[in-house]
């Protein structure tokens, strides 16, 4: 199951979410429980071509799998 990563405008924090694709757009909340989150787009593409090209930096600086798998 895909992990996506999510914002919560409440918190002003970054959570991840391991959930089905079909249900990657659907409205989820925050470990708090809010619901003001959106997800936000995470770089699978980069996975596809064998390391060989450098991978670009997050926009939150962070890893684009949010570090939770071995890809770096
Ligand atoms: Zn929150």
């Known amino acids: 199951m895909p992990t996506y990563v999510y914002r919560c405008a ?3 924090d970054d959570f991840e979410l391991d959930r089905p ?3 990657s757009s659907e409205p989820t909340a925050c470990p708090s429980g809010h619901t003001k989150t959106m997800r936000k787009l995470t770089a699978f593409t980069s996975m596809s071509n064998n390391g ?3 991978l670009k930096a997050a926009p939150s600086g962070g890893m684009p799998c949010g ?3 071995a890809c770096h």
């Open 52 to 54: 060989t090209t450098p």
């Open 67 to 69: 570090g939770s798998c």
């Open 21 to 23: 694709m079909s249900q």
């Open 10 to 12: 409440t918190c002003d």
